[in-house]
Nanobody, 114 residues
Framework: QVQLVESGGGLVQAGGSLRLSCAASGSMFRLNTMGWSRQAPGKQRELVASITSGGSTNYADSVKGRFTISRDNAKNTVYLQMNSLKPDDTAVYYC????????WGQGTQVTVSS
C-alpha cells in the first residue's frame, strides 16, 4: 500500500504561484508514475500532470506552460509548481500513484481569487 500526503495548498490571487508537494511512502516510489489531478465543485476529476519513473512529463492543455511537475526520488516526493494561476484553477488537488493499483492522497485545496 502507498500513502500519499499533499501539502502546499492555499489562497492566492490570480497571477500568483503555489508549489504543491506530495510525500509518498514505500520503497518503490522511484519506479512509479506519479500524477496530480484536480476536482472543482460540480466538475469531474481532471488529471493535470504526470511524470514517469524516467522523468517524462505530460500535461493537460488547460495547464500546459503554467504548471510544472517534478520529482525527487531521494525524498520520495513529487511536486507541482503552479504559476500564472487563474480563478479556473480553483479546485482540490490530489496526488496520485498512477497505474494499477492506483492510490490517491487526501487532497489539498487551492483557491485562486480574481
Amino acid at each position: 500500500q502507498v500513502q500519499l500526503v499533499e501539502s502546499g495548498g492555499g489562497l492566492v490571487q490570480a497571477g500568483g504561484s503555489l508549489r504543491l508537494s506530495c510525500a509518498a511512502s514505500g520503497s518503490m516510489f522511484r519506479l512509479n508514475t506519479m500524477g496530480w489531478s484536480r476536482q472543482a465543485p460540480g466538475k469531474q476529476r481532471e488529471l493535470v500532470a504526470s511524470i514517469t519513473s524516467g522523468g517524462s512529463t505530460n500535461y493537460a492543455d488547460s495547464v500546459k506552460g503554467r504548471f510544472t511537475i517534478s520529482r525527487d526520488n531521494a525524498k520520495n516526493t513529487v511536486y507541482l509548481q503552479m504559476n500564472s494561476l487563474k480563478p479556473d484553477d480553483t479546485a482540490v488537488y490530489y496526488c496520485a500513484k498512477l497505474g494499477l493499483p492506483a492510490y490517491w492522497g487526501q487532497g489539498t485545496q487551492v483557491t485562486v481569487s480574481s
